[in-house]
C-alpha cells in the first residue's frame, strides 16, 4: 500500500542517502571523545547512560520520523510545534535548534582537529585549521545543492562504520573484565551526569525533520531510514564504549584521544594517523547533517517571519539555502574564535549545545502527542518519550539558562522584528498514509 503513495517530485533523497544522514547525524564526534568524558565522570558505569540513552532513542527516534513522514517541511520541528502550539513555540523551538548548532559544530570540529594534530603535530595552530578546513569543505558541499550532499554522506557513513567495526573486533582480545571494576567509583549518582554529556551523543533524530522534504518518498523512507540507523548506531556506540573502557581500565577518562589509543591496542604500533582519518570522517559527516538541517532551517523560519525575511530563499525542496547557509557558516566561525580565544574547552559547548536540543526534543515531543493519532504505535512511543526527556531536561540543570536565553530572544523578535514584514505562514504539506500503513 505504501508503494502507491506518489513520489515527492521535488525530492532528492534516496532511502540509502537518507539512511547515512541519519547515521552521520547521530554516530557524530561523540565516537572520538564522549566514552572518555563519561568515563572520567562515572567510571564503568558510564555504560549503564549509554544503556539508557541508546533504550530512550529508539521511541524518540519513531515520533520524529512519523512527524517528519506526515509533515515534511525544512522547519522540522519548529513546523510541527507551530501546528500543534501556534507561531510562538515554532519561533521557539526553531531558533533554539538554529542557535545549538554553531557552538555544536565548532565542539565537534575541535574535537576532529584535536586528533589531527595528535597524528600530525602543531597543537592549537593544527587543531584550527582542521576545524576551519572541515567547515569550508561542509559549506560549499551544502551551498552545492543536498544531492551531493547525500553523495557524500552515504560515503562518509560507510567508510565511518566499516573502520569502527574494524577497531572493535581488532581490541576486544586486549579486553580485561577488571578493568569494569570498581564499576561506579564516584557513585551511582554519577550516571545522570554522565548521561547529560552523552545527550550529544543521541541528538541528530531532530535534525533530519529539516530535510524530510527532500526524500524522493518521505511517507515510506523515514521510517525505514530511521529502523536502520538506530539499530547501527545503538549497536556501535555501546560497543565502542564497552571496548574503549574494558581495553583502556582507568585511563580511559583520561584520554585526549580513546578511540586513537583503543586502535592502537588493536593494530598495534601507533594508530594516530589511522584515528585522525576516522575522527575526520565522523566530524564531516555530523558537520554536513547539522550545516544543512540549520540551513533549511534558517530559510523556513524567514519564510514563516520568526527571522529576518531576507533569509527566506531556499526553503521549498529541491532549493538550496545558500544565505542562510552563509548565516550559519558565520555564526560557527564566531563560535570557534570565542572558544579558542577564552579557552573555555569544549566540555561547556557541549552542554550548551544539549541543553538546546533537548528542549527542542520536549517541544517536538509534546507536539506528537497532539499531532499524531492516537492510540498509534508513534503516539505511545510519543508519550514513553516525554517521560525520558523529562528526565534529561531535569539533568541539563544550569545548562538550561541558554535554551531560556535564546526563547526570549525568540518572542522578541516575534513582537518587534516581524513588524517590518507581516508574513502569513504557507501550508505544511501533509502526506498522510493509507489507513493500513498508518502508525
Known sequence: MADTIPENPAGRLTLAQGTAMYVGAVLGTGVIALPALAARVAGPASLLAWLALVVLSAPLAAVFAALGARHPDAGGVSTYARLAFGERAAAVVGWCFFFAVPPGMSAAALFGGAYVSAALGGGTTTTVITAVTMTVVVTVANAVGVQLTGRLQFAFAGLLVGLLLVSIALSLPHARLHNLTP??????????PAAAL???????????????????RPHRDLPRATAVAVVTVGALYVSLAFAIISVLGASAGRSEAPL????????????????????????????????????KLGSALSRDGAFPRGLSRGSMAGEVPRRSLVVVAALYFLALFIVIGTGVGTRPLVLLATGQFTTVYAVGVAAAIRLLPRGGKAHVAALVSLVGVVALLVMAGIYLVWPLLVTGAALLYLRVGRRRHEVAPPPVPALEAPESSSP
Open 183 to 192: 564499576f561506579a567509583p564516584h557513585g551511582w549518582t554519577a550516571i545522570g
Open 260 to 295: 586513537g589509543e583503543l586502535m592502537a591496542r588493536g593494530l598495534g604500533g601507533n594508530a594516530r594517523v589511522l584515528a585522525a582519518i576516522v575522527a575526520t570522517l565522523v566530524t564531516l559527516a555530523t558537520m554536513n547533517v547539522y550545516c544543512a538541517a540549520a540551513a
Open 198 to 216: 552523552l545527550v550529544w551523543s543521541f541528538a541528530g533524530w531532530e535534525a533530519i525533520t529539516h530535510l524530510a522534504a527532500e526524500f524522493r
